[in-house]
């Protein structure tokens, strides 16, 4: 529910109705607009009386927010979040992001070699993954620590901003220190604790979707974050389970065209995890993009064929090149 305030309301009357609203053990969240001010009510919105909120003084109209998330919602604030990772890459703005890298990093020379060809390449962002969520616990689990201090001295290096996949709350510390945006992968979308306590880091956050959930339940996911304060969210449609098995995933561009619609947050596209082959990497890129995608991640690698994990599905540099000067257009804003 939004309560929205008349333009001659003084503040005395906008505190009554905050006061009102938290009688009902709802929380008001107020709004300063040029013209007016509206007030959001996050909460069960059955403890409130329409009847009576409208009738207090000051009061203009009640808009209902018919979507059971509510601050992610464009009901809730119609215009587009941008979101800055260093003031430099803006997500949701007129430019697409591209963020490359290898899945893992593996060594500093194999991050090196990569961050300075996709940033040569014109990419955006440095992806790697330093902690990863492997299926099997015998395969490579990633350098930990030690792979976050490489991305955060590369990164440097290159000129380029980094984003890492966190999987546990152990290591909220160390992501703080060395990352400019922290990853939550598709296995941890609906881990609430790990939300929650990143979200209060106040980085930027990429939130992928996870496999098999809704597009409620993405939405939930990225509220959870949004409650905490944190409103630098970017979402990722990273490719569902379906009965297809051909493809590791199927990229679900239905979802995030909806999404576009329904909520006002930036989402990209990861063509890699979605294909988990190269050679439709590209192409899905292209169709995310012109469903209106705000960029996508995407895995590049100097060696795929001896990558420690994802090489299947990633980039060599030279078809990233080829990546680079055939996708970017698609994007709704490209010049
Ligand atoms: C990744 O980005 O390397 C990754 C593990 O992604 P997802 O969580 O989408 O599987
Ligand atoms: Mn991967």
Known sequence: MIIVMEKSATQQMVDHVLQVVREHDLKPEPMYGTQRV???VIGEKTKLDEGKISRLPGVKEILLVSKPYKRVSREYQPEDTLVKVN?????????????????????????????????????????????????????????????????????????????????????????DKYVDMIQIGARNMQNFDLLTKVAKLGKPILLKRGMA?????????????????????????????????????????NSLALIKETSHLPVIADPSHAAGRYDLVTPLARAALAAGADGIIVEVHNKPDEALSDGKQSLTLESFAEFMTTAPQYHKHYE
């Open 213 to 253: 959930a809704t597009v409620e339940e993405f939405l939930f996911a990225a509220e959870y974050i949004l409650n905490e304060g944190n409103k630098n969210v970017v979402l990722c449609e990273r490719g569902i389970r379906t009965f297809e098995q051909s493809t590791r995933n199927i990229l679900d561009l």
């Open 38 to 40: 509206a007030i959001g």
């Open 87 to 175: 003031g430099n890459v803006v997500f949701g703005g007129t430019k697409p992001v591209i963020i490359a890298g290898p899945c893992g990093v593996e060594s500093e020379e194999q991050f090196r070699t990569i961050a300075e060809g996709v940033k040569k390449l014109g990419a955006t962002m440095l992806r790697g993954g330093a902690f990863k969520p492997r299926t099997s616990p015998y395969a490579f689990q990633g350098l930990g620590e030690e792979g976050l201090k490489i991305m955060k001295k590369i990164g440097k290096e290159v000129g380029l901003s980094v984003v890492s996949e966190c999987i546990s709350v152990d290591h909220l510390d160390l992501f």
